[in-house]
């Protein structure tokens, strides 16, 4: 975790705070089942509740594990000392720490989950905004890096959309992998635990009882969970890529907000760097460098071993915390991106027409000129514009065996805008009104 | 692609014989639409169906591309030799190479999908035969390598059943993911191409239309494909760890099947090595290492760039080829599987009793004494066990601290094997019978 | 491997011939150095090189090795088909099919290197010529895309050459590491072999002896062998990144060779697009995506498990021939690149003299302004550049604050071009001339 | 970073006040430089030094930040409350923050590689002291899992050793990679200020001036490093994988070392488990992960682009904490591993002599039966052993067919031990003696 790439809410899940306190209410509402069952003494698990509102001691436990080098029976010692020894004999009975632990790290993935998808949705939010705000806004359209034809910056944005949707429906998918809880004992038999407690437990914590579990929760899942972080984050990197190209001295056609206080470099006071953009650039591979390990913690020793916990411990929190901080760098970004619509006609018009060679291509083979001819055609008159600096609709004008298939007029219309952005509604509408894709 | 391991029927999905056959569909599905639109003549697309049956040359469009270096023209061009150029020239009208490159990937990969997820059906019924003829099959789970307390083999065939479903599930997921076509043209606009004939060319190519495509099908999904694949891939070689582990000398509770012409090593005759298991550890590695590059590819330059094409040239036959041989040969290591009940039994027994100690734990807590002296006490005839090579369940017989609180009755009640097992059932069901976890 | 990023060269020491060429001479050096030792009759030894010029039949190896599935014994059976199965008998004693195998694969791995270090002195030769051709090519520098201060094309070859000639020196390195061979017999005691056969095997094959094997050559040899693979093909993408950027429409300072019958599109004539830059980001990843699973190998189970195999099998040819192919096509990129020395001027000027601000500010301090005085003059002037273009040095001498500080000819020598290409030289010898690197 | 995975030592070199530190001396050192060069007074240069015992406040410099968003700006303005802003106007004079951002890194990064190089000689002593400890342990090897033939223990922690000492010679080359600075201005070209500072700035803090640096250091060289730190990750991963087998129940060989303290599991109180090493195999893989990343930081935009710098904050500091922490474990569990000799043997012999099969038929074909009947004898004989538990020995002097071409003192000598370990003070040689390696 990098503290400057980290906000307060996510990592809060991951604090020390945090955690004892899943493990208390997981041992709680456990004696709860129990007492129910019969198992234990119902006052027993009446006196675990009078910890609720205690806040655990982080420095006591941290104490009693350096001599158990366990950390689940140092919190269960602490919580003697807190609700009695003699009440606290019957905690955790039957249950082994996997119990504790595993489930506690599906409830940390499931509230990590809850923000991300809100972050998306702030994501989705500016995106829906500002692609509405440039529906029409032209610009040319980019492939290999060269001009192709035109497009809007509404269809930019829109197409990042449809991506961060399917992102969001991906989460929804993985956080409803990971809400798995397991309280099943050593081996996952139930021989020492009933299955109602697990039941109990997994209800109380917002989970569903994983249906065979070890004595971990299978890691598959968690595999699952990471590969889809990995997929949102590689998606911020895409628009953040888009972003820097539009910014670069070349091309800006847009920039990310520059806050007056800013200083952009030490030594060049006119540079504004996309310096956030870049950031998420990097922030992207952190989060995606965490998928491997994940995978390679899928395939453990018979019932479990543990070289899947200290991956965990790193990029459980490590991946959540910088995807969250992420997407709210994003979201902010993209609300209040600075777009400069004329920077984009004039590049658009850079090449003088030469965009518009496509449907000229297409004009001719329609005017029944052979495929091969026209192509020849629409190649001579494109060579003296990109090497002479002619204007391209003016060539084709004077171009005898052009003109012989079109008429000027035909040719003028060749390179009218509103030709390219006809169908823009037809996409926003299956981007923003279509359920299609959920 | 490693023709080792490689099964035709997925091979042949990446041949060029393959590719050109849905490149010619999809020109003549969008030529029948532009028909109806009456964009180009009903004859010129009819006669694009004359090729139906032909057998494209393979040779002679390499021919092509060697002077064009573009492969897609040199598609149309021998196209084009064979319906006659004058039909051809409305082939191909309005749409732009990516239309039909992109396509035709997703309808690979939509293919490629369909056999990993027969593959797939296979592995689950191998593993539900074999879990449900070893339900009662008593061996010893074990944490972190160690022995800790019985399970049985059926429940370990059932979670890899588990698991394995949880990937079928998820490859259906990434299936429909990738089940889009995109005919836009340029960059995506349809501004030479009716979003109509998109519409007709996805559905008979049993595809989706892409709701925003650029020049190319945003590649999140494909991202999303190939880390469903990785997720599958880590669990194969969680199955495999285990059968490996189950085999090695010292354990031998389990054999891949050996064939009796087969020679274990030039060397050792008498070695039956688990090569199939260790070649499936490898080949997971093989497909997992492609989810990365694939994440790589999702942020492109603009309305598309081509980094990606050369990235999925390589993982996209490699990752789905080796994953179906991976699977197939899963199944049948599962199906032909030599289980050796007698030294399950045999090495659960090593320790003499040990094992139960968390019984025995658990019934001293149950009888009033406290969890600490509980633990010391099991400690220390768990010691005497484990050091001396004693009996466990006679050392507690004659501790007097352990007699004062349990009977001699109680005490031998806690070896008993049908205490571990009597919840095999419960879970039997909520793997095979439930459907809560679709 | 993907046959059209492939070369004949590398390809062929994959292919089933060139691998049973080296398992022959591998066998066949041993039986000498067996005879020597007396350990087998000479005339056994004399009778392998029968078989010296004879082309191993690879079908019918095939053959043999679908009934024994042991390619080894296969090729041995074959072996013993050539020279006849009395004289055959002796052949391979004392070894283990590891033996045969891991040597050749270093044998293979080798050759491999010796190509890719050719290849890089190609690369190498190319950026050394464009260099010193553009040592004096001005360019703008640019930061986070950003123009910042002038820099010369030759010095951006000298850097690529300097990060190549690096590449170089660790190729040079890992094929050393990787150059090691081992004889040494079941677990690599030795017990059924002598150490001598290994020394004279590997003298013969080009190799060292490794110093302790166990049935394997240890694998954090080809971990770093790949591992620096990977670093060559990071620094591939970067160069290639570079040219795409140089060539995207609106910078359109240099362009990759467009040979005249080159179609770049089959929609757009005019376009020229990057494609093998594009191209070559694409393999680098693929090359890059071998380096983690080279790196699970490492781990293997006891003297050696066979999980490490099926990986080699696809990334040592993947890698290698890939790397191999990029490097070609990147040595050719570079040494056709077109350059265009009046757009990069153009390109600079964008900004009408914005890019000295640095000296500008340089200027102000020295002459006393504090600095913070000295950013807010620079800052005002350079934001009516940015803002309202104008021009940066006739607002600067327009600026009495400032021109209180700095005389008009103080002013007009900020903006000389040859203050900041004064240590190109220096830079250049620092490159090409020093051996302190190596 | 994970705080129970990291030492104070390591740590420390990550703080904001090393950090700062060492941004101070670089500044104060060019201050020396400039000032030698009459570029800025001596006086100001001697300044600088004024803050040489001055902790810098951390939290002071964060404040300013929040307001200039810009860290060494941030970092001079506080610098300039402590000197005086008459003083301090001079520091940073033609410098551009990289200058010091990326000297500084490297700085940190060759402190740690001190430190890794330290630990891996703690490692080396370990694995060297307890490889002749056990030089003459005799344990069986085992391929695939299965027992092979003798070796001893010494072998395996030699062939660890030697591994170890690999690493060490590419960790200390992987050192001299990152042992480079640059101190050459906004994009490199040491327009604004003199190749002699960068030099002297570079001698004093124990680096070399990098040949040709843009505005940053060239990433190549941090990928290298990474990837090296991968391999040594790896190879700690493959010591681990020993240990982890070598304790398992069915094994039990040896085992990490138990303090009386210690409670194995929260129910069972029995269980020893390698929960170290268990540990060490997650660890590595979170260095792991990190080589990636750092290979896709290399393709940098133009003269520099900013994304690499968020993954380094990320990577620096938690690969390098991890595999420090890695290391020293590893150093401990190896010093400290208890041994086991007796269930060495008694594992070897599980199969009554079986793993002398390998002998027993090269003995066959020595005396003159063929290689296949020899395969046939030996192979009839071990599968009594194997299926019946017969002794192999007295199979063999009871089969009529192997008598008649090896007598009982012949068949008697194939079992001795003596044979397998004969050359292990030659290769104990080969490794701890030889340089051939280094």
């Not at 009695?84 to 940390?108: C, I, K, P, W, Y």
């Not at 035109?150 to 409803?176: C, H, I, S, V």
């Not at 001819?373 to 600096?389: H, I, T």
Request: proline letters at 4%; hydrophobic letters at 45%.
């Amino acid at each position: 975790m990098i503290p400057r790439y980290a906000r307060p809410e996510m990592t809060a899940i991951w604090s020390p705070e945090t955690k004892f306190r899943i493990w208390y209410e997981i041992e709680a509402h456990a004696c709860d089942a129990q007492a129910k069952l019969g198992v234990i003494p119902a006052e027993s698990a009446a006196a675990v509740w009078k910890a609720k509102d205690v806040e655990f001691d982080v420095a006591r436990i941290d104490e009693i594990e350096a001599v158990t080098k366990h950390d689940v029976i140092a919190f269960l010692t602490h919580l003697a000392e807190i609700i009695g020894s003699d009440e606290a004999r019957f905690v955790h009975q039957g249950m082994t720490s996997s119990d504790v632990l595993d489930t506690t790290l599906n409830v940390q993935l499931v509230r990590a989950a809850d923000i991300l998808l809100a972050d998306l949705d702030k994501v989705l939010a500016a995106l829906k905004r500002r692609a509405h705000e440039h529906k029409d806004t032209v610009r040319i359209g980019r492939s290999h890096g060269i001009h192709a034809e035109p497009t809007t910056l509404g269809l930019t944005f829109a197409r990042f959309y449809a991506e961060m949707d399917r992102n969001r429906n991906r989460l929804e998918k993985a956080r409803w992998e990971i809400a798995t809880g397991a309280v099943s004992g050593a081996v996952g038999t139930f021989a020492n635990i009933d299955p109602a407690v697990e039941e109990h437990v997994c209800a109380e914590m917002g989970l569903r009882p994983e249906p065979i579990s070890t004595q971990v929760i299978p890691r598959d899942r968690h595999a699952m969970f990471f590969a889809t972080l990995g997929v949102i984050a590689s998606s911020v990197e895409n628009v953040a890529l888009e972003i820097r190209h539009m910014q670069r001295t070349e091309v800006l056609e847009a920039e990310e907000f520059f806050s007056p206080g800013q200083k952009g470099s030490s030594a060049m006071p006119h540079k504004r760097n996309p310096v956030l953009t870049e950031n998420l650039t990097g922030l992207a591979r952190l989060v995606r460098m965490t998928v491997v390990p994940a995978m390679e913690n899928v395939a453990l020793w018979h019932e479990r071993d543990i070289s899947h916990s200290s991956v965990e411990r790193g990029i459980a929190p490590d991946a959540t915390i910088t995807l969250d901080f992420a997407l709210n760098r994003l979201a902010g970004v993209i609300d209040k991106l600075v777009v400069y619509p004329e920077t984009m006609l004039a590049n658009m018009n850079k090449f003088r027409g030469l965009v518009m060679s496509q449907r000229v291509l297409l004009a001719l083979t329609q005017a029944g000129v052979s495929r091969e001819d026209a192509y020849r055609l629409v190649q001579r008159n494109a060579m003296k514009v990109w090497e002479e600096g002619k204007d391209f609709k003016e060539e084709l004008l004077s171009d005898a065996e052009v003109t012989s298939a079109l008429s000027p007029a035909e040719i003028e219309e060749k390179f009218d805008l509103g030709y390219h952005t006809k169908h823009v509604d037809t996409i926003f509408s299956r981007v923003f009104d279509s359920t299609a894709e959920k």
